[in-house]
């Protein structure tokens, strides 16, 4: 069955460092996103991306965040300069766009860490 | 009001008991609706999608009610491996999915 992988699975990174978290969506998936979810808390939508660009995001996803398709397979999440309330799991997740319904497959995470 | 507000929980139940998870969602626009099970540190991952008509997947019934905005899941004959957090999930019209806090559930022998 096919699934939507995260690498790495954990990083450590000092405060002010950047972060690029990587992830390969399904391969017949057009939309793309990123969620993050801090320790005890709810799954928090950050953005969607489709065609390109990004198509929504939230009030979390700010100046700092940025997300790219470098490829016809990856799909990354770039953060400029961490802050410790960074620290997070972060989902990548993947649907086919088909209209009404439409399923999002999540990857395993990555686990950041700022110190 | 919170976007989408569900039972805090948690759920302590026996093997082979029924148990029911309430969600309300604030948007009445919202689009499509969803329960994951989210294992701990793990992913959430698709349990079923929730229509109006309501829509039973072996032991899993979930209803939708547009008109109360409220969601349901139903589960019967618990099984030791139904021990996990159910997040009832929001969709948008741009699908930018809003979870739930999340209703733990521990099913014990």
């Known amino acids: 069955e096919p699934e939507v992988t995260q690498t790495p699975s954990h990083q450590v990174t000092q405060m002010g460092q950047e972060v690029i978290l990587r992830c390969v969506p399904i391969?017949?998936?057009?939309?793309f996103y990123w969620y993050r979810q801090i320790l005890g808390q709810k799954v928090e939508f950050l953005v969607s991306?489709?065609?390109?660009?990004?198509?929504?995001k939230s009030e979390i996803f700010d100046d700092q965040f940025s997300v790219e398709r470098p490829d016809g397979s990856n799909f990354t999440l770039k953060i400029r300069s961490t802050k410790l309330e960074d620290s997070a799991m972060y989902f990548c997740?993947?649907?086919?766009?088909?209209?009404?319904?439409?399923?999002?497959?999540f990857g395993p995470g990555t686990r950041l860490t700022v110190l | 009001r919170k976007e989408v507000e569900q039972d805090p929980g948690p759920f302590n139940v026996p093997e082979g008991a029924t148990v029911a998870f309430n969600c309300t969602y604030s948007?009445?626009?919202?689009?499509?609706f969803f329960w994951y099970r989210q294992d701990c540190r793990k992913e959430p991952k698709l349990l079923m999608s929730?229509?109006?008509s309501g829509n039973e997947d072996g032991r899993f019934t979930a209803q939708l009610n547009r008109a109360s905005q409220y969601i349901s899941l139903l589960i019967r004959d618990s099984k030791l491996s139904d021990s996990a957090t159910y997040l009832c999930?929001?969709?948008?019209?741009?699908?930018?999915?809003?979870f739930g806090a999340g209703t733990r559930l521990t099913v014990k022998p």
């Open positions: 997740a993947s649907s086919d766009g088909v209209a009404g319904g439409d399923t999002q497959y």
């Open positions: 929730v229509y109006s």
């Open positions: 391969s017949n998936h057009l939309y």
């Open positions: 999930v929001v969709n948008g019209l741009l699908n930018d999915m809003r």
């Open positions: 948007n009445s626009a919202s689009q499509s």
């Open positions: 991306f489709y065609n390109n660009e990004i198509s929504e």
